[in-house]
């Protein structure tokens, strides 16, 4: 995928994080939310992706992992907790759609998962976060994204 | 209604038995495999029964680390349902691998044995986990039980949830690696570790709202929770239909379509009508994870894999309904209606805005974060040395292949850390002390026995009159064969050994790196070091994973055969082949 695309792909995360936690929480709406947002991804990777490049696979859940990492600057209560778990949740989609990955010829990507898992471990130890704290880690989230 | 239950489930386990005994004693010939991947229906129980496994862990842990409010009743069986479905569901990878008696030689034990246990293998990263995950399911509902009534077990209930948390989801993305870590381009998906995850989770939910049902009450949140993941799950059938093609319309009926019917009062609001969609749920998963094993179509499935299918679902419910009979007083014994919980987890200590902690005696740091430092310690510890085994032995490795043994590491370490502390304090010091000795007297002793304990022939041994493959005379002082003796070893070797030691000598890529313990690099050196006669001895009678050939093939043969590797490994791999394609011709 073009750093173009992948970048389109960003924005588009954090255009559907804006959508997610809004008012009174209800499983049904928000699992729908996130079902759709995983379509969207879904068709967006299949889009702009080759077919070849066997990244694209785990592509749209790297998508929606982002997505959740941006949403949970927005919760009113309990936003270190879901921080954590999001980024977790990024790791995992990371960690183990590489291991797989690699079996097949392809180079894991050490660096994107030890800035994800070094940035989620640090999270744990936030106190309170401010919204010059909640600008640095979508700073941070981009970073990653972008550059690894 | 236990009753007729019970009735029910000893008329499936009592089929399921025999079934059962019929594939042990037969091996895999007896159920249907396919042809293309040499996996069969066991691997599709096993996911599916793996799965199923989740539900306690997700109801109970999951809900309590994220503070949703939910009876203890339906936790408690949730948990016992966790722990009936995990002793199920290691059952069909045992009779899978064979050679049951040795499951043992999967566990990453290096070096004790002579043999190194290849990390690099989704069945050694399967042992691990559904060990560690069984052991703190265990303790999880002991913990549980108890928490109602001994402040100490209380204290480390969320703890040990935390810790239950990721183990769980660890288990599910694991058993999914067994598929995308292979060369099976069916099975090919970087998405497969989450993709499995929801599925898990879905049958889970499916199964805690069908037993709900049964104990005649029901919890809206759950049924909502189903409706999600049936809408996750078609997402990602259409994914892996738009990746690779394979789509199965009768699972995106039975999984996905039917659970909809969940938007119409008239079946939302009856018991028969949850009952039948947890029940379309839970077939539509069991027929997606057979689809699953079976990439070029089910051939050949009957009447054993009929009664394995049975034998899992007959003794899940005889052991759930025995224990659940037995447990009935502790489950039922303080029953709280739904949305009338209270906190059995005493209040933590109002503690000031400015109350001071001395660095590193926080409530939380003693009660999560040490036990967690200790296990990454052990972990590291133990990931040095198997680096260490692995280069001392010129075995290739990538560190990504390590990965998925530290989480039941970390997490087993820092579980017993955790139930320690309490346990001392319960108990005494000198309780204590005799505890702790105990328990180093226990790991002792299993180090002793599985250091020590030879194979156990396979049981397949036909008997000294029957027809043992032989291959002729063979000259004794020399080690070579003339023609005719090399087709026939060819022939021999091809039959027997080709499988684990690969046509032409140098493994089974495979079946040795990915699944089994890598077996000896028999290259020219170490055969001239062992020797003709030690070699034959290991053909005959066997060595660690190597199974005794004695009474199915003559001493003459062995000889042949190691002979024949000789030859093997004396050539070079192109000739090999070589060989290999004119031989077939």
Redesign the interface.
């Known amino acids: 995928m073009t750093p173009l695309m992948s970048s389109l792909a960003c924005v588009m995360a954090l255009a559907q994080a804006f959508f997610l936690w809004r008012g009174k929480m209800h499983?049904?709406k928000e699992?729908?939310l996130?079902?759709g947002f995983?379509?969207i991804s879904?068709v967006f990777t299949?889009l702009v992706g080759s077919?070849d490049d066997?990244?694209?696979?785990?592509y749209?859940?790297r998508m929606l992992a982002l997505c959740l990492c941006f949403s949970t600057t927005s919760l009113p209560r309990?936003r270190r907790r879901y921080l954590v778990m999001a980024q977790?949740f990024w790791l995992?989609?990371e960690?183990?759609?590489?291991?797989?990955?690699?079996?097949?010829g392809i180079e894991?990507a050490?660096a994107r998962s030890l800035a994800i898992f070094l940035l989620c471990c640090s999270s744990t130890l936030l106190s309170r976060i401010s919204k010059e704290m909640e600008f640095c880690l979508m700073v941070f989230w981009i970073a990653i994204w972008i550059l690894f | 209604m236990v009753r007729i239950l019970f009735i029910v489930f000893l008329c499936l386990l009592v089929p399921g038995l025999a079934s059962m005994g019929y594939s042990l004693w037969q091996g895999p010939a007896a159920w249907s495999v396919d042809t293309g991947v040499f996996w069969g229906l066991p691997i599709s129980l096993f996911v599916f029964w793996i799965g199923l496994a989740h539900a306690g862990t997700l109801i109970s842990a999951i809900f309590l680390v994220l503070d949703v409010k939910m009876e203890r009743r339906t936790s408690i069986l949730a948990e016992l349902a966790t722990l009936c479905a995990l002793v199920v569901a290691v059952i069909f990878p045992l009779m899978h691998l064979g050679v049951i008696q040795n499951f043992y030689m999967v566990a990453p034990y290096m070096e004790s044995r002579g043999s190194m246990a290849n990390v690099c293998s989704p069945l050694v990263w399967d042992f691990c986990c559904i060990l560690a995950y069984g052991l703190l399911s265990v303790v999880y509902l002991v913990v549980h039980v108890l928490a109602d009534k001994s402040a100490v077990a209380a204290s480390i209930h969320r703890p040990l949830a935390w810790l239950l948390f990721p183990m769980v989801l660890w288990v599910h993305t694991i058993v999914s690696l067994d598929f995308a870590a292979t060369f099976v381009p069916a099975w090919r998906g970087a998405f497969f570790p989450i993709y499995f995850i929801v599925g898990a989770v879905f049958s889970g939910l499916a199964m805690v709202n069908i037993m709900l049902c049964a104990e005649g009450y029901r919890m809206r949140q759950l049924e909502k929770l189903m409706l999600v993941g049936s809408w996750f799950l078609g997402a990602f059938l259409l994914w892996d239909f738009a990746l690779k093609g394979n789509l199965s319309v009768t699972v995106l009926v039975f999984a996905v379509l039917l659970p909809q019917l969940m938007f119409v009062s008239a079946v939302r609001e009856s018991t028969l009508g949850r009952v039948l969609v947890s029940s379309s749920i839970i077939v539509g998963l069991l027929l997606e994870r057979v689809f699953l094993v079976f990439p070029s179509g089910v051939v050949g499935f009957g009447w054993v894999d009929l009664g394995l299918i049975c034998f899992g679902f007959g003794l899940f419910g005889v052991i759930f309904l025995v224990a659940r009979l037995k447990l009935s007083r502790v489950i039922e014994g303080e029953e709280v209606l739904m949305g009338e919980v209270e906190e059995t987890v005493p209040k933590r200590p109002a503690t000031g805005r400015f109350s001071y902690f001395a660095p590193l005696t926080t409530p939380e740091f003693r009660m999560l974060r040490f036990p967690l430092l200790l296990g990454i310690i052990a972990c590291t510890l133990f990931l040095v040395w198997v680096v260490g085994c692995l280069e001392e032995n010129g075995i290739a490795f990538s560190d990504a292949n390590l990965v998925p043994l530290t989480c039941p590491i970390i997490t087993t370490v820092a579980g017993i850390v955790l139930c320690l502390r309490p346990l001392v304090m319960h108990i005494g010091k000198v309780g204590g002390v005799v505890m702790v000795a105990l328990a180093a007297l226990l790991g002792v002793l299993a180090g002793m026995v599985y250091g020590g304990v030879t194979s156990v022939p396979s049981g397949a041994v036909v008997s000294s009159t029957g027809d043992m493959l032989d291959v002729g005379t063979l000259p004794d002082s020399t080690s070579t064969l003339d023609s005719v003796a090399i087709i026939r070893t060819k022939a021999v070797f091809e039959a027997r050994c080709a499988g684990c030691h690969g046509a032409d000598g140098r493994l089974n890529e495979k079946f040795v790196r990915e699944y089994y313990p890598v077996p000896q690099n028999l290259d020219i050196s170490r055969m001239d070091a062992l020797g003709e006669d030690s070699l034959v001895n290991v053909i005959l009678n066997g060595r660690t994973n190597m199974n005794p050939y004695a009474g199915r093939i003559s001493p003459q043969m062995a000889r042949g055969l190691v002979r024949y590797m000789r030859l093997l490994a004396e050539t070079p791999a192109a000739d090999n082949a070589a060989r290999n394609e004119g031989g077939d011709e």
């Open positions: 499983i049904l699992g729908l996130l079902f995983f379509c879904c299949l077919p066997p990244q694209i696979e785990h749209p859940l309990y977790a995992w989609v960690l183990f759609g590489g291991i797989a990955l690699a079996y097949r894991f050490w």
